[in-house]
């Protein structure tokens, strides 16, 4: 129960786009609130954006960057990330929360090992 496993990331330039995934290897899938969290070097790790059981969504970054979405029918949640910045590069983790619009890090419950997001030219 509760293993993640996240895919996608890679290295793009400046402006430039890339899809995250994450797969969630239970049937409990539809019942979690799923978010996506960021680590870069040196920094701590902040919360990105969620979406709830109901696909309604939070995001910390208002200026439509970061898209969230979830499939049930396939167990995985989605991160859609536009005009991507150097300041985005960092490891990027799914997790899974029971708490409705959880965004802090202590109340989920179950953790991807990460994906890679490296932005330069």
């Known amino acids: 129960q509760g293993q993640l496993v996240e895919s996608g990331g890679g290295s793009v330039q400046p402006g430039g786009s890339l899809r995250l995934s994450c797969v969630y290897f239970?049937?409990?899938?539809?019942?979690?609130?799923m978010g996506w969290f960021r680590q870069a070097p040196g920094k701590d790790r902040e919360f990105v954006s969620a979406v709830n059981t109901d696909a309604t969504t939070i995001t910390i970054y208002k200026d439509g960057r970061f898209t969230v979405s979830r499939d049930n029918g396939r167990n995985e949640v989605y991160l859609q990330m536009t005009n991507l910045t150097p300041e985005d590069t960092a490891m990027y983790y799914c997790?899974?929360?029971?708490?409705?619009?959880?965004?802090?890090?202590?109340?989920?419950?179950?953790w991807g090992q990460g994906t890679q997001v490296t932005v330069s030219s």
């Open positions: 997790a899974a929360s029971r708490i409705r619009a959880a965004h802090s890090a202590a109340v989920y419950e179950f």
């Open positions: 239970d049937r409990t899938f539809h019942s979690y609130t």
